[in-house]
């Protein structure tokens, strides 16, 4: 565990993931189906912002609960490979798990078991220590860091989330948005209702900025005190997309690292966008993560191409 301060905290989110290569995100027909080899992975989003941070450089420190069961010792033997500075409660329901559908696109449908009842709660003693001393968190939408809240605007820290595929609606992910200083959802469950909630995130909560990602068709972002919503387009990958998992994660990453280091939000885009393209050249859930140096050159072809 490391004594000096944490550049980020990432709170909740870790689990296993199993990878089923299918032909086609449907039912086919009969009762069974030969696959290629299903794969289990360390992953779920909390994982991934975490692992996408300590693969950029930031001093990252990642809690959460964990089961004591096979998932759980295979995410702490994962951690304590990669050098991931993590600590956890042990929860007496188990670790997380998700079923991710792959097809030959890199498009997913994930079932994920939410586990955790919705009156868990991180133990203040617990987390408290670790938030004193960072110097931003990102709180994944897993409901047991949503009491952390209060103490994250007492100690004036900046904060991030990620909605998903938020409908606009569910209060569960409604208090995160509203609570956060960065957010960032997908676009792909808002329709034509999509500047509408990314006003309303704004108006009604604290946000700097809402960017809603939107895969191939790249991303939109408002800041606060724009009156508009600004399109991105998508980066060209410069790599065969096999695996959109975790795509999502490393735009999130690459994008505050770059906010962090003081640069202007078209810049942020760029890094997002060039990170997720990244994610989607590797096969499984958080399998490998661009670093600072391939970063950096990548947003440079990329901005050369533009």
Same mark, same amino acid.
């Given at each position: 565990m490391s004594d000096g301060p944490y550049d980020v905290l990432v709170v909740g989110g870790t689990g296993v993931d199993t990878i089923v290569r299918v032909d086609a995100l449907e039912v086919p027909p009969g009762d069974s189906l030969f696959v290629p080899p299903v794969r289990d992975?360390?992953?779920?989003? *909390?994982n991934g912002v975490a692992l996408g941070w300590h693969a950029l450089g930031l001093a990252t420190k990642f809690i959460d609960f964990l089961g004591e069961d096979v998932q759980g010792r295979t995410v702490l033997?994962?951690?304590?490979?990669q050098g991931l500075d993590f600590s956890h409660v042990v929860s007496p329901h188990g670790t997380p798990r998700g079923i991710n559908l792959v097809d030959?696109?890199?498009r997913r449908f994930s079932f994920y078991d939410g586990r955790h009842p919705a009156d868990l709660r991180l133990p203040r003693p617990f987390y408290l220590p670790f938030l004193e001393r960072a110097r931003h968190v990102h709180l994944s939408i897993v409901g047991h860091n949503r009491d952390m809240y209060d103490d994250v605007h007492r100690l004036g820290?900046?904060?991030s989330t990620d909605l998903h595929d938020?409908? *606009?609606r569910n209060q569960h992910h409604r208090d995160y948005a509203l609570a956060s200083d960065y957010v960032f959802?997908?676009?792909a469950a808002l329709g034509d209702r999509r500047d509408e909630v990314m006003h309303r995130i704004v108006d009604d909560g604290r946000a700097?900025?809402?960017v809603a990602t939107a895969g191939a068709e790249g991303c939109h972002l408002l800041v606060r005190g724009e009156e508009k919503t600004r399109h991105f387009p998508a980066v060209r990958p410069e790599r065969p997309v096999v695996d959109s998992n975790g795509a999502g994660d490393a735009f999130v990453t690459a994008f505050l690292h770059s906010l962090f280091e003081g640069r202007d939000v078209d810049e942020c885009v760029l890094a997002g966008s060039v990170a997720g393209a990244f994610a989607c050249g590797s096969a499984g859930t958080h399998t490998e993560f661009i670093g600072p140096t391939e970063l950096r050159a990548a947003c440079a072809r990329a901005a050369h191409d533009g």
């Open positions: 992975y360390v992953g779920h989003t *909390g033997a994962a951690y304590a490979e030959p696109q890199g820290i900046t904060s938020w409908d *606009g959802l997908s676009a700097r900025l809402v």
